[in-house]
T-cell receptor
Framework: GQQVMQIPQYQHVQEGEDFTTYCNSSTTLSNIQWYKQRPGGHPVFLIQLVKSGEVKKQKRLTFQFGEAKKNSSLHITATQTTDVGTYFCAGTSGNTPLVFGKGTRLSVIA | NAGVMQNPRHLVRRRGQEARLRCSPMKGHSHVYWYRQLPEEGLKFMVYLQKENIIDESGMPKERFSAEFPKEGPSILRIQQVVRGDSAAYFC???????????????FGEGSRLTVL
């Protein structure tokens, strides 16, 4: 079945450093979504990407969808302590349920 | 507009007991999804329901687990004869009817954390 892999599993950065998490799917996706989950919290939707090669920005966050629609990345510029949490990608091939990666847990040291 | 409401937030059961988790979707939403999350893991899809219909239950274990979304009232995830391996956070998510199946933003509740002793 469809698998979604995320790397790295953990990332510790100094406040102000950049952060990137990568997501790879075993199958071509129709869309990919990103969610953020704070410690002890619930997943909160960040964005959805649909088009091949799409790039979207939200303030310090940049999301990319690969040309082959099998990979994606999330880049955070100049991390802040409020960025702490686990970032999940989730993809679907159309009529299949969203498959979540295991997430990248980001720690930011002030 | 209240978000997705889940209760109980925390539930402790002994092996062999039953667990019932409830989820009320956001107002105007008619699609409900249940996901399970183990510690340090991602979310695993369990079931997708609309009112009075199970649309996709491909992620549900074949035994002991069932889900419903009646015409009136919340969606319920029921786990019979719980075992220690059922300990997890169970998240419910909803989406509006205009969204296609398995597309678009999911709005998650705060989860129900089940501990089986």
């Amino acid at each position: 079945g469809q698998q979604v892999m995320q790397i790295p599993q953990y990332q510790h950065v100094q406040e102000g450093e950049d952060f990137t998490t990568y997501c790879n799917s075993s199958t071509t996706l129709s869309n990919i979504q990103w969610y953020k989950q704070r410690p002890g919290g619930h997943p909160v939707f960040l964005i959805q990407l649909v088009k091949s090669g799409e790039v979207k920005k939200q303030k310090r966050l940049t999301f990319q969808f690969g040309e082959a629609k099998k990979n994606s990345s999330l880049h955070i510029t100049a991390t802040q302590t409020t960025d702490v949490g686990t970032y999940f990608c989730a993809g679907t091939s159309g009529n299949t349920p969203l498959v979540f990666g295991k997430g990248t847990r980001l720690s930011v040291i002030a | 507009n209240a978000g997705v409401m889940q209760n109980p937030r925390h539930l402790v059961r002994r092996r062999g007991q039953e667990a019932r988790l409830r989820c009320s979707p956001m107002k105007g939403h008619s699609h409900v999804y249940w996901y399970r999350q183990l510690p340090e893991e991602g979310l695993k899809f369990m079931v997708y329901l609309q009112k009075e219909n199970i649309i996709d239950e491909s992620g549900m274990p074949k035994e002991r687990f069932s889900a419903e979304f009646p015409k009136e009232g919340p969606s319920i995830l029921r786990i019979q004869q719980v075992v220690r391996g059922d300990s997890a956070a169970y998240f419910c998510a909803s989406s509006p009817p205009a969204q296609g199946r398995h597309t678009g933003e999911l709005f998650f509740g705060e989860g129900s954390r089940l501990t089986v002793l």
